[in-house]
């Protein structure tokens, strides 16, 4: 008997209904709040910072609808040392004009890797979810292996967050197109 592939999956408009139900407008499924609402519980020492940005399709549009999730190191550069949801963060983007806002710490340098948060992004349309990095441009890169497997600045320049006026750090993430961010294939 021949069985055939089910359809591909992508996540679509029910995604954050479960994932991120206060912008959904439900309250109170999570005790009150998100899951990932906090990268870190408010007593853990470190550089406080706030990265935010927008998510682009390939036309340049702003995507309403994209979710996404971060990883990263502590200020001292160990995962997950900060109980449960320590360095683990999730947002929904704003559906007037794909804005995201993470407040969180500055990371350290990981072994090898120099200072990052991981970036998951999920969407209607993506089928399988998007793998990026955000690096710093003022911390030291040194020979951190993603970066160093980039061979092309300009393609390698899509990583790097940039200095706001405001302390925080701006990171656009681009789906497509001529300034598409640089995604890691795991």
Not at 24 to 40: H, P, V
Not at 153 to 163: F, H, K, M, N, Y
Request: hydrophobic residues 40%.
């Amino acid at each position: 008997m021949s069985r055939s592939q089910s359809a591909s999956q992508t996540a679509g408009p029910y995604v954050h209904i479960g994932c991120t139900p206060s912008v959904a407008g439900l309250e109170n499924m999570y005790d009150g709040c998100d899951l990932g609402a906090d990268s870190f519980p408010p007593n853990v020492p470190g550089q406080k910072i706030v990265i935010w940005g927008q998510v682009f399709d390939g036309a340049g549009d702003p995507v309403l609808d994209a979710m996404l999730e971060f990883w990263q190191a502590d200020a001292t550069g160990r995962y997950g040392a900060n109980g449960p949801s320590g360095g683990w963060a999730r947002r929904a983007v704003d559906a007037e004009a794909g804005r995201y806002r993470l407040e969180t710490l500055l990371p350290a340098a990981s072994g090898e890797e120099a200072a990052h948060v991981k970036v998951w992004v999920v969407a209607r349309g993506i089928n399988l979810g998007l793998h990026t990095r955000i690096y710093f441009e003022d911390l030291p890169q040194g020979q951190d292996p993603i970066l160093a497997a980039i061979k092309d600045p300009g393609r390698r320049s899509t990583l790097i967050a940039q200095r706001s006026g405001d302390g925080g750090y701006i990171f656009d993430i681009h789906l497509q197109g001529d300034k598409e961010t640089v995604f890691i294939n795991v």
